[in-house]
């Protein structure tokens, strides 16, 4: 059964930073692109970033981009998401979600979530 | 960016009824649509993909219909675990968008 694993969430002061980190298993990594989705308490969710499976192509929303970095290191099975000058709108669960067929989606495995809460 | 709305907003039904569900596209997303439950403190799990493929492991009382920007999320008969949120999600355009969701509760 493949694996997701979320983790690297906290709290943080606006305009601080962040970095997530998706651990992924059982299933052959680098052939799959990686996706972050998050959800704001209470709210729906929201496609934020995305990784293509080589590494070579990342993809942004628009409301985080200059602010987010997508990566990954396929000898650690591991996408990462740095996230700098945070802002209070940006607390969120957020999941790494692994694309089906691209980081477009749909999205068939999703990990637990981790919790990023920005505020003073 | 695609808008989906979903409807209704809300739905009570008993076990056993049937759930249809709605999601409309602000503008043709194709047969690029899929569905997710989402249980409270769970993450999202995908049901449908490509508007009416079941994912694996998905049981057979859940069908998706529908293309261009018209889809049907359809729970045949109702099982008590079904009571969740459900979502849409588009992948034909940039960026990928999901619906605001239908929380399916019971009656």
């Given at each position: 059964?493949?694996?997701?694993?979320?983790?690297?969430g906290?709290?943080?002061?606006?305009?601080?930073?962040?970095?997530?980190?998706?651990?992924?298993?059982?299933?052959?990594?680098?052939?799959?692109?990686?996706?972050?989705?998050?959800?704001?308490?209470?709210?729906?969710?929201?496609?934020?970033?995305?990784?293509?499976?080589?590494?070579?192509?990342?993809?942004?929303?628009?409301?985080?981009?200059?602010?987010?970095?997508?990566?990954?290191?396929?000898?650690?099975?591991?996408?990462?998401?740095?996230?700098?000058?945070l802002?209070?709108?940006?607390?969120?669960?957020?999941?790494?979600?692994?694309?089906?067929?691209?980081?477009?989606?749909?999205?068939?495995?999703?990990?637990?979530?981790?919790?990023?809460?920005?505020?003073? | 960016?695609?808008?989906?709305?979903?409807?209704?907003?809300?739905?009570?039904?008993?076990?056993?009824?049937?759930?249809?569900?709605?999601?409309?596209?602000?503008?043709?997303?194709?047969?690029?649509?899929?569905?997710?439950?989402?249980?409270?403190?769970?993450?999202?799990?995908?049901?449908?993909?490509?508007?009416?493929?079941?994912?694996?492991g998905?049981?057979?009382?859940?069908?998706?219909?529908?293309?261009?920007?018209?889809?049907?999320?359809?729970?045949?008969?109702?099982?008590?675990?079904?009571f969740?949120?459900?979502?849409?999600?588009?992948?034909?355009n940039?960026?990928?968008?999901?619906?605001?969701?239908?929380?399916?509760?019971?009656k």
């Amino acid at each position: 059964e493949v694996q997701l694993v979320e983790s690297g969430g906290g709290l943080v002061q606006p305009g601080g930073s962040l970095r997530l980190s998706c651990a992924a298993s059982r299933f052959s990594f680098r052939s799959y692109d990686i996706s972050w989705v998050r959800q704001a308490p209470g709210k729906g969710l929201e496609w934020v970033s995305g990784i293509s499976g080589g590494g070579g192509t990342t993809y942004y929303v628009d409301s985080v981009k200059g602010r987010f970095t997508v990566s990954r290191d396929n000898s650690l099975n591991t996408v990462y998401l740095q996230m700098n000058s945070l802002r209070a709108e940006d607390t969120a669960i957020y999941y790494c979600a692994k694309g089906q067929y691209s980081v477009y989606g749909p999205f068939d495995d999703w990990g637990q979530g981790t919790l990023v809460t920005v505020s003073s | 960016e695609i808008v989906l709305t979903q409807s209704p907003v809300t739905l009570s039904l008993s076990p056993g009824e049937r759930a249809t569900l709605s999601c409309r596209a602000s503008q043709s997303v194709s047969t690029y649509l899929a569905w997710y439950q989402q249980k409270p403190g769970q993450a999202p799990r995908l049901l449908i993909y490509d508007a009416s493929n079941r994912a694996t492991g998905i049981p057979a009382r859940f069908s998706g219909s529908g293309s261009g920007t018209d889809f049907i999320l359809t729970i045949s008969s109702l099982e008590p675990e079904d009571f969740a949120v459900y979502y849409c999600q588009q992948r034909n355009n940039w960026p990928p968008t999901f619906g605001q969701g239908t929380k399916l509760e019971i009656k």
